[in-house]
């Protein structure tokens, strides 16, 4: 973009850049419509943003972004510490909450293994969870629930690994058939591990 | 989105879904980026959204986003004043620059009419082009710069008809066949305009 009449108007749509998935384009337009249309909006993202930047860290015991030292589902004392789901984003524990299908514990890892990106173990969070896997009360069964992408299937992989060497079952959730869908319709694969898992 | 464990981020991941286009999953991947790669980035962000939201206005001239009463361009004394070319936004404006064929005066019109959409006359600038075209030192002609779309076509006409009824000139940007381009991948419009408009 041209520099326009206005620094701060600039400032602004470098600043915007800085999401992912927005380019000059899209960072221009988003300017102009708060500008134009929404100040208020405005203020309260920024107040939203330094409000988060400066008061979110990570739960000491799942990783996960917390207010407090220990987050409140780690904190809840009704849940079965034994049981720990190690899960790649928040997004995906939130899934996993709403089934109401499990009390344990989670770890989330922020993020999945991916070498072609250049994404090791380092960057996402093995190495507190290798802590949490021996720390007090102990966990029995550590229970698998990356993604079922190529990603997510290695990042399960490694994690299990590392758990079955500490001596701890390690599980991972069940491939199959999603409830609901005709298997005209369900691909192959799918179909497949549905066949070999079956019960 | 199921709230998290964190109600600031609850609450950044609403106030990003006031920025055009940003659903609730997008504003959820732009929350969890920031915090877990780049803070610095949020408070940048913020500072910059605050500094916008609170120290930009509209030029008194031109209308354009200005930290000033009036804007640079509207400040500058070698440039024209008798020719006003009509924009829809601030990009078209500065497209219009980076040829620096054009040494006239702007007047930014922030949108364009869109009656399907709502958008009359009192909700872009024509109100304070009508001022503007009234004002002191007179305009001679005024250049009719809006996109070649339907909507920036029906602008142009209105603006047209209101500089013709204060007696002024008014003129349009010449449509016609892209410079560099092949007749071939014309489209036939275009090139229906281009025959027209031979000079
Ligand atoms: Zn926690
Ligand atoms: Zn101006």
């Given at each position: 973009?041209?520099?326009?009449?206005?620094?701060?108007?600039?400032?602004?749509?470098?600043?915007?850049?800085?999401?992912?998935?927005?380019?000059?384009?899209?960072?221009s337009?988003?300017?102009?419509h708060l500008?134009?249309?929404d100040?208020?909006?405005?203020?309260?993202?920024?107040?939203?943003?330094q409000?988060?930047?400066?008061?979110?860290?990570?739960?000491?015991?799942?990783h996960?972004?917390?207010?407090?030292?220990?987050?409140p589902?780690?904190?809840?004392?009704?849940?079965?510490?034994?049981?720990?789901?190690?899960?790649?984003t928040?997004?995906?524990?939130a899934?996993?909450?709403?089934?109401?299908?499990?009390?344990g514990?989670?770890?989330?890892?922020?993020?999945?293994?991916?070498?072609?990106?250049?994404?090791?173990?380092?960057?996402?969070?093995?190495?507190?969870?290798?802590?949490?896997?021996?720390?007090?009360?102990?966990?029995?069964?550590?229970?698998?629930?990356?993604?079922?992408?190529?990603?997510?299937?290695?990042t399960?992989?490694?994690?299990?690994?590392?758990?079955?060497a500490?001596?701890?079952?390690?599980?991972?959730?069940a491939?199959?058939?999603?409830?609901?869908?005709?298997?005209?319709?369900?691909?192959?694969?799918?179909?497949?591990?549905?066949?070999?898992?079956?019960?």
């Amino acid at each position: 973009m041209a520099p326009s009449a206005s620094r701060r108007l600039d400032r602004l749509v470098q600043a915007l850049q800085r999401l992912p998935g927005v380019g000059a384009r899209s960072a221009s337009r988003m300017a102009y419509h708060l500008l134009q249309h929404d100040r208020d909006g405005a203020l309260q993202l920024a107040q939203a943003l330094q409000a988060a930047a400066e008061g979110i860290r990570h739960c000491a015991l799942c990783h996960t972004f917390s207010e407090e030292e220990v987050c409140p589902t780690c904190a809840d004392p009704s849940r079965d510490t034994g049981l720990l789901c190690v899960v790649e984003t928040p997004a995906d524990q939130a899934a996993l909450e709403r089934t109401g299908a499990y009390r344990g514990r989670y770890f989330v890892l922020m993020g999945r293994l991916s070498p072609l990106d250049g994404i090791g173990p380092d960057h996402i969070g093995v190495r507190p969870l290798l802590e949490r896997l021996q720390a007090q009360p102990p966990v029995r069964e550590v229970i698998l629930a990356t993604n079922f992408t190529a990603e997510g299937e290695a990042t399960a992989h490694v994690v299990g690994e590392l758990a079955r060497a500490l001596g701890l079952k390690a599980t991972r959730l069940a491939r199959g058939v999603p409830v609901g869908s005709e298997l005209e319709y369900v691909d192959l694969g799918t179909i497949a591990h549905a066949l070999a898992d079956r019960r």
